[in-house]
């Protein structure tokens, strides 16, 4: 991992729902993809305002939940405002560390860290989502290939495969293959060891 994780800005949180990162990374089509169906619970780490979360509450629906987990406040301001418009979604907003994540061990089937990964200080954040997931869960990983590229974190703060790999086997994660996630972006499923 890089030595010190880079860090998004939220003062740009509102780049996080533009109509653009749409059509480079479709949410919907890339959560196909993952574990995610009608009724499982799900925690989304580093929801931001909920790019990923409202469509995992949509699939989940009103028997499943999505906790949707962040370190910024302002994001998850930003996330509560989009959801009173929603209602109906099955979403608990909640504020976390990188060490210490507010749910119970064993809690979800699925742990979501979209565009994440890069900005980890340590293992912390992998050790608590696999603490809390149960037998058969999985964590699904999306985050920016290393390519230079004028969006996204700069390309030091990008991490290799090599890295990638190397970052979930020290959380307590055995990765997938990767897979392509939209034209700059790559997923995987990782098991817990």
Known sequence: ??????????????RLLDPERARYLP????????????????ADLGCGPGY?????AEIVGPGGRVYAVDTEPSMLDDLRERLKARPE??????????????L??????FVLLACVLH?????????????????????GVVDWRKIRQDIGPPYAHRLSPHQVDAALRRGGFTPGEPFEAGPYHYGLVATPM
Request: charged share 25%.
């Open 52 to 56: 990923f979360t409202l469509p995992i």
């Open 104 to 109: 119970p061990a064993q809690s979800v089937d």
């Open 27 to 42: 949410a919907r089509e890339v959560l196909g993809r993952f574990l995610v169906k009608e009724g499982i619970a799900a």
């Open 119 to 139: 900005e980890l200080d340590g293992p912390g954040t992998l050790r608590e989502a696999a603490r809390i997931l149960r037998p058969g869960g999985a964590l």
């Open 89 to 102: 979604l099955p979403v608990e907003v909640l504020r976390s560390s990188e060490d210490t994540i507010p």
């Open 1 to 14: 991992m890089a030595p010190h994780g880079h860090k998004f800005d939220p003062s740009h949180r509102r």
